[in-house]
């Protein structure tokens, strides 16, 4: 089973940028999808965007066209670009790996990264 470790996070100021980065421990050629969810303190856990093997992306409504998602199959590394970043994006963000089929199903967590927006 493949292993998640997320780096990247930190303190950024409103409308800064951050980008996650998340290592896998093989291969991720063959992994049908990956994602990154986040989870604010009081608030559910929420499913930020997805990635699958073939390219194809889709995002939360709140963080359509400021989040890009990305993979590296040569790295063996997932990508989060955050822009202009608020306060409500502040949170715990998960990498994910897992299977797409109509919908993304998580299999494999990392341990998660702090991300705190704030002046």
């Known amino acids: 089973q493949v292993q998640l470790v997320e780096s990247g996070g930190g303190l950024v100021q409103p409308g800064g940028s951050l980008r996650l980065s998340c290592s896998a421990s093989?291969?991720?050629?063959?992994?049908?999808?990956m994602g990154w969810y986040r989870q604010a303190p009081g608030k559910q856990r929420e499913l930020v965007a997805r990635?699958?093997?073939?390219?194809?992306?889709n995002y939360a409504d709140s963080v359509k066209g400021r989040f890009t998602i990305s993979r590296d199959s040569a790295e063996n590394t997932l990508y989060l670009q955050m822009n202009s970043l608020k306060s409500e994006d502040t949170a715990v963000y998960y990498c994910?790996?897992?299977?797409?089929?109509?919908?993304?199903?998580?299999?494999?967590w990392g341990q998660g990264t702090q991300v705190t927006v704030s002046s």
């Open positions: 093989r291969s991720i050629f063959s992994i049908s999808a």
């Open positions: 994910t790996s897992g299977y797409y089929g109509g919908a993304y199903y998580p299999k494999t």
């Open positions: 990635i699958t093997s073939g390219g194809n992306t």
